[in-house]
Protein backbone atom coordinates (compact mmCIF):
# COMPACT_ATOMS: atom_id res chain seq x y z
CA UNK A 1 0.00 0.00 0.00
CA UNK A 2 3.15 2.05 0.30
CA UNK A 3 3.34 3.10 -2.93
CA UNK A 4 1.02 5.85 -3.70
CA UNK A 5 -2.30 3.64 -4.69
CA UNK A 6 -5.78 3.95 -3.30
CA UNK A 7 -8.05 1.85 -4.08
CA UNK A 8 -11.38 2.33 -4.58
CA UNK A 9 -14.80 0.19 -5.48
CA UNK A 10 -16.27 1.04 -8.65
CA UNK A 11 -20.09 1.23 -8.45
CA UNK A 12 -21.17 -0.62 -11.79
CA UNK A 13 -17.80 -2.52 -12.42
CA UNK A 14 -16.33 -2.12 -15.85
CA UNK A 15 -19.25 -1.69 -17.59
CA UNK A 16 -19.75 1.76 -15.83
CA UNK A 17 -16.39 2.37 -16.53
CA UNK A 18 -16.47 1.61 -20.21
CA UNK A 19 -19.37 4.11 -20.26
CA UNK A 20 -17.61 6.77 -18.58
CA UNK A 21 -15.01 6.61 -21.21
CA UNK A 22 -11.85 6.16 -19.05
CA UNK A 23 -8.85 4.53 -19.94
CA UNK A 24 -8.93 0.72 -20.40
CA UNK A 25 -6.18 -1.59 -20.90
CA UNK A 26 -6.46 -5.03 -22.16
CA UNK A 27 -3.97 -7.80 -22.80
CA UNK A 28 -3.63 -10.03 -25.57
CA UNK A 29 -7.31 -11.98 -26.94
CA UNK A 30 -7.15 -15.58 -26.22
CA UNK A 31 -9.22 -18.28 -27.02
CA UNK A 32 -11.78 -19.63 -24.55
CA UNK A 33 -10.74 -22.97 -22.51
CA UNK A 34 -13.63 -24.55 -24.06
CA UNK A 35 -12.33 -24.07 -27.77
CA UNK A 36 -8.85 -25.36 -26.63
CA UNK A 37 -10.21 -28.19 -25.63
CA UNK A 38 -12.18 -28.81 -28.64
CA UNK A 39 -9.53 -28.13 -30.90
CA UNK A 40 -6.76 -30.63 -28.82
CA UNK A 41 -10.00 -32.92 -28.86
CA UNK A 42 -10.16 -32.52 -32.75
CA UNK A 43 -6.58 -32.93 -33.23
CA UNK A 44 -6.04 -36.26 -31.21
CA UNK A 45 -9.12 -38.03 -33.17
CA UNK A 46 -7.77 -36.81 -36.48
CA UNK A 47 -4.60 -38.53 -35.56
CA UNK A 48 -5.82 -41.40 -34.61
CA UNK A 49 -7.84 -42.15 -37.39
CA UNK A 50 -4.22 -40.89 -39.54
CA UNK A 51 -1.98 -43.14 -37.49
CA UNK A 52 -4.49 -46.49 -38.33
CA UNK A 53 -4.89 -45.63 -42.00
CA UNK A 54 -2.06 -43.54 -43.19
CA UNK A 55 1.44 -44.12 -40.94
CA UNK A 56 1.58 -44.68 -37.64
CA UNK A 57 3.87 -41.76 -36.57
CA UNK A 58 0.95 -40.16 -36.55
CA UNK A 59 -0.07 -41.96 -33.04
CA UNK A 60 2.75 -40.55 -31.59
CA UNK A 61 0.74 -36.84 -30.88
CA UNK A 62 -2.27 -38.56 -29.40
CA UNK A 63 0.48 -40.87 -27.20
CA UNK A 64 1.79 -37.20 -26.34
CA UNK A 65 -1.45 -36.10 -24.71
CA UNK A 66 -2.57 -39.77 -23.41
CA UNK A 67 0.73 -39.71 -22.01
CA UNK A 68 0.30 -36.16 -19.89
Same mark, same amino acid.
Given at each position: ????????????????????? %????????? %???????? %?????? +???????? @????? @??????? +????
Amino acid at each position: MGRGFQPKVLEGGMVAWRKAG %LPIKEGKKR %LPIERQIQ %LIVVLV +FDRRIAGV @FVNPW @FLVIPGF +FGAG
